[in-house]
């Protein structure tokens, strides 16, 4: 089948329209940050300057996209009505199953960022309140990663909303109905033989997939990233250039990996697409004929900006080790760098293909592969189902190919970069489970009734995955952790406690809504203690990481205050009645022996549900007595929080 590599003039409101979109995100960016924090270190004239040229631009831009739209269309209402009616049946499927996505997202929007999620959290709010204009670029690295693109879009409102969390939840739900939206379009098209509602409905094995809903509000690089790179994926299937260049901008300064997710799809599609012209000329000719004199430019640009930015910007920190020793080297016993691991490898491989629910696709597409090599003549009704015929739009089938293979890439990657075995790290492959799912029921079943019926149960048990840990493989070899009267399971193995503590509560632990029980239970802790701000949280060794009741003071400055008239945790401590509570992290040794602490006469000492009386037996050997205890339990576990005061009580 061929494609042809001339694409139509575009029409003007189509420019237009792209246009807009990229105006958008550098207005909203300028007003709220000169709303909020004023002109900086911008001149005002030069200020006032930008103020009028990019919000003009966007507004011209929009109404006359708009204007020329509406005049390009039917403007009789009955009409626009029906099909309005008939857009709704059509895409039925996807709106139900993003609907129901958004409505346990939101149910979200109360957390607190944990853990690395916390960090992040942390640099964004740093970011937001000391960023400069002459040092955008260096301003806006968050943990060492180069977090620009998805900066653009946060620190609006973040400045909007500081410390509560709630604009980056609701830039991070748009981005994820968006990116299901463009995975819908680019799959409609990909398969059009495939009823949309097939397809709408197999775009839920990626909003509840454990990595997407159930760790929705972790906010980290790696979500953001994938987020993007399937909205690029749709721009190029649909062949808009400027709206590629601009989301290459963003993929590629969203993590130092956003690189391999550009190049790996974008050269494998650009070839593809020149390939399959019909002109007759030789491929290199179409090749340069599709590539120049605008796109080759347009698409290199933002690749080479990250390129020269890593090598002599400010990437010279971007994921050192603790040595300092650079990422791009070869260490088959290294850390943060390239090499041949074998046991990494299993691990990654397991989080790949088999933890999490990804056996179910692994599954499913092997006895689709089964059956459509034993149908014997049916073989050819498959085909047909599927495959697209001569008449049909296939223009979508480069980008389809271009993202197998940078999800290929990614995987090699993944494989042979060593580093931490973070779970999340395997979002990178959610998409992928949404079309092994389509395909394969479409493969397996002739009726509609019975792929929707099959879809809708891998949905179901991707829905109680993200909340509960009925993985087969995670209850066979995850890591098990105590946490009070529960038990949650990391995604690794074993043997990895040797290599990662795995004895507390933390990322290696983030794979779905288990690891957020910290959340309800400090604030159900705190509101029955209740704490005051004179009153002081003691913390026992990594307990106070585990249990994150004031953040991560090491790692960022921004940490958790306690809002007892709303029984609230907050990064928003800013307001007279939020407190940060007074804490002191006390020596692992401190088990042993009988040191003196400067302790106050009255403290709560925060404790793991797991642990037991020998990590209360050391304040008693001190002086210490039991005044009151405080047991908070849920469904993932329980804590502890004991109070002591000096003397008897």
């Not at 003007?12 to 000169?34: K, M, N, R, Y």
Request: positive net charge.
């Amino acid at each position: 089948m061929k494609i042809a590599t001339a694409i139509p003039r575009r029409s003007t409101a189509h420019i237009l329209g792209q246009c807009a979109l990229l105006f958008a995100p550098f207005a909203f960016f300028l007003d709220v940050s000169v709303a909020v924090r004023g002109w900086i270190d911008l001149p005002i004239a030069i200020g006032l300057l930008l103020l009028i040229l990019i919000n003009g631009a966007f507004g011209v831009c929009s109404a006359t996209f708009l204007f020329l739209s509406l005049r390009e269309k039917d403007a009789d209402r009955a009409s626009f009505r029906v099909r309005a009616g008939l857009f709704l049946k059509r895409h039925f499927g996807f709106f139900f199953v993003s609907l129901l996505f958004t409505v346990f997202a939101l149910d979200q929007f109360k957390d607190v960022p944990l853990y690395d999620a916390g960090q992040y959290y942390g640099g964004l709010m740093s970011a937001s309140q000391t960023f400069r204009y002459g040092t955008l670029l260096s301003s806006f690295t968050i943990l060492t990663h180069p977090m620009q693109g998805p900066c653009l879009f946060l620190v609006p409102w973040e400045l909007l909303f500081p410390g509560q969390a709630i604009g980056l939840y609701l830039v991070l739900l748009l981005l994820n109905l968006s990116a299901g939206a463009a995975l819908y379009s680019l799959l409609c098209r990909a398969f059009p033989r495939i009823r949309p509602v097939i397809v709408g409905l197999s775009i839920g094995a990626f909003f509840f997939s454990p990595y997407i809903l159930g760790i929705f509000s972790y906010f980290n690089s790696d979500t953001v990233l994938l987020l993007l790179f399937l909205l690029l994926v749709w721009a190029f299937s649909r062949k808009h250039d400027l709206l590629v260049c601009f989301l290459l901008f963003l993929v590629c300064f969203s993590k130092e990996i956003g690189i391999l997710y550009a190049l790996g799809f974008l050269i494998p599609a650009i070839l593809l697409r020149a390939r399959n012209g019909q002109d007759g000329r030789p491929f290199l000719r179409r090749l340069l004929s599709y590539l120049l004199p605008v796109r080759g430019p347009l698409f290199a640009l933002p690749p080479l900006l990250f390129t020269v930015y890593y090598l002599f910007g400010n990437a010279s920190h971007f994921m050192q080790d603790i040595s300092g020793k650079s990422p791009l080297r070869w260490d088959n016993a290294g850390y943060d760098c390239f090499g041949i691991n074998i046991s990494h490898i299993l691990i990654r491989s397991l989080q790949t293909f088999g933890y999490n629910g990804a056996s179910l696709f692994v599954l499913l597409g092997t006895a689709a592969l089964i059956r459509y090599f034993a149908s014997g003549k049916g073989r050819n009704r498959i085909k047909e189902s599927i495959s697209a015929k001569e008449s049909d739009d296939v223009s979508a089938r480069p980008a389809l190919v271009g993202f197998i293979v940078a999800e290929a890439v990614l995987f090699l990657f993944a494989c042979l970069f060593i580093t931490n075995l973070c779970p999340r790290y395997t979002v990178t492959f959610v998409p992928v489970g949404a079309l092994i799912l389509l395909v394969s029921v479409c493969v397996l079943f002739r009726r509609t009734i019975a792929r929707i019926a099959a879809i809708c149960v891998v949905i179901l048990l991707l829905l109680t995955q993200s909340y509960m840990s009925i993985d087969p493989l995670i209850r066979a070899l995850g890591y098990p952790l105590d946490t009070g009267g529960g038990t949650i399971l990391s995604p690794t193995a074993s043997w990895y406690s040797k290599e990662f503590l795995l004895d507390a509560s933390g990322d290696m632990y983030v794979y779905n809504r288990s690891y957020a029980y910290v959340n309800d239970l400090a604030a159900r802790s705190l509101a029955a203690i209740p704490l005051s701000s004179d009153e002081t949280l003691v913390f026992w060794g990594m307990d106070w990481y585990e249990l994150y009741f004031v953040g991560d003071p090491f790692q960022t400055d921004h940490l958790i205050g306690w809002d007892p008239s709303r029984g609230i945790r907050t990064y928003a401590i800013d307001d007279k009645d939020i407190f940060l509570p007074q804490y002191r992290i006390l020596p692992t040794r401190f088990m042993e022996g009988s040191e003196s602490l400067d302790l106050p006469d009255t403290f709560y000492l925060c404790l793991p549900g797991r642990r037991g009386d020998d990590y209360v037996e050391p304040f008693l050997r001190r002086g210490y007595s039991v005044a009151n205890t405080i047991v908070a339990a849920d469904a993932y576990g329980s804590i502890r929080i004991v109070k002591f005061t000096l003397g008897t009580s």
